[in-house]
């Protein structure tokens, strides 16, 4: 803990007498703690707690209005019980029934008036290095429950979704094998199908190599200058066939025009999962459409669908790995993992941009995604 993290901490001091207020004030001062909040009003207590977020509370335990005791447990309603307040209770009486009632309430530790300012600034020290290491530690583990959550996710993409492509190749190879009489039509049909489950699967694979990679901080951003329409095009390339096995149309309203300096990869990655997802809950002879706006300081880049829509309850976890929510199967019965839109999410924070959806069950989805505009 360095010391100045300490001397930065928020310390409210609650006595009501001003005597005795403005010797730990100006203590503490000269201590060289910094934020000091003070009051002879036991009824402002609870507020100040609320607006000044204090780090330690010093607490006088007799007080007209409300006792030392009152705040305590009023503090128990206001306070989280994961989070470790400190309070130094201040008070002359330092009989063992007044500690013992004074623990039960909530007191970390006392001092006895008169004071002794070695003593109170040892306890104070003391105090505030256990709270900013139980901060730590709840960082911590909050942190570690995100990182198993990801990680059981990333095994169970792995162990199911990616595993189903493949299976579904092997059968239909299978009946295409024991097939007699070849049928154009029939072939064509079952040639459609293995190449779309083959796509399927090569598309879920590299999603989860570049989302590896992304959590390694192992992707390096190589900017430069293109046109957005180009970028574009490349994409509704590459699901044109995607697009046209379910008569969906792919629209392009995105100006020549529009410039921009970013990773042409990482945006064509991004756009591409977001069209693709489109299509993948898109009915046959629906539409989606991508469009762009350049403002003074961002470009805004949409892809909308007249599809099925998205839920409220499952939009909030679109971008969460951690979601314990089945990915939807799509209008023609495709699987997904839901990776596409998360690795979609990180690529756009690493490229400085937001992503946002607006959607209504059977009217279709949009995803809206922000971009610095770093050219005039």
């Not at 006792?67 to 330092?94: C, H, N, R, W």
């Not at 104070?124 to 900013?132: A, E, G, K």
């Not at 025009?257 to 990482?266: A, F, K, P, R, Y």
């Not at 064509?268 to 997802?277: G, K, W, Y």
Request: glycine share 4%; proline share 2%; net charge negative.
């Amino acid at each position: 803990m360095i010391d100045s993290d300490l001397k930065n901490a928020n310390i409210l001091l609650v006595d009501d007498q001003q005597a005795n207020i403005d010797i730990l004030h100006d203590f503490l001062e000269m201590q060289g703690y910094t934020n000091l909040r003070t009051t002879t009003d036991s009824r402002e207590v609870a507020q100040l707690i609320l607006d000044f977020d204090p780090d330690i509370i010093l607490l006088d335990l007799m007080m007209p209005y409300m006792s030392g005791f009152d705040i305590m447990e009023q503090l128990k309603t206001i306070v989280s019980p994961s989070i470790y307040l400190p309070i130094l209770v201040l008070t002359a009486d330092v009989t063992l029934e007044t500690k013992r009632k004074a623990l039960k309430s909530g007191a970390s530790d006392f001092l006895s008036k008169p004071f002794d300012l070695i003593e109170l600034s040892a306890r104070v020290n003391t105090h505030l290095q256990i709270r900013f290491k139980n901060e730590q530690i709840n960082n911590y583990s909050a942190l570690l429950e995100k990182l198993i959550a990801t990680k059981d996710k990333f095994f169970s993409i792995i162990a199911h979704d990616l595993r189903n492509p493949f299976v579904g190749i092997e059968n239909f190879t299978k009946i295409l094998l024991k097939l007699g009489n070849y049928d154009p039509g029939d072939m064509e049909s079952q040639l459609k199908t293995i190449h779309s489950t083959a796509q399927q699967g090569h598309e879920l694979l590299e999603n989860l190599l570049r989302w590896a990679r992304s959590q390694t901080d192992s992707i390096e951003l190589n900017t430069e200058v293109f046109r957005l329409s180009v970028a574009v095009a490349n994409c509704i390339s590459l699901l044109q066939t995607q697009a046209d096995n379910k008569n969906i149309k792919l629209l392009c309203e995105v100006s020549e025009e529009i410039l921009m300096d970013s990773d042409q990869d990482v945006l064509e990655t991004i756009i591409r999962n977001l069209m693709s997802n489109s299509v993948k809950y898109t009915s046959s002879q629906g539409s989606v459409t991508i469009q762009a706006a350049k403002l003074a300081d961002e470009i805004i880049i949409s892809i909308s669908d007249t599809g099925i829509g998205i839920p409220e309850d499952v939009q909030k976890n679109l971008f969460r790995i951690d979601n314990k929510l089945q990915s939807q199967k799509g209008t023609a019965g495709e699987k997904g993992s839901g990776l596409g839109l998360i690795l979609c999410k990180e690529f756009i924070d690493k490229l400085g941009g937001t992503i946002s959806v607006k959607s209504e069950v059977d009217k279709g989805t949009t995803f809206s995604f922000s971009l610095p505009n770093t050219i005039d």
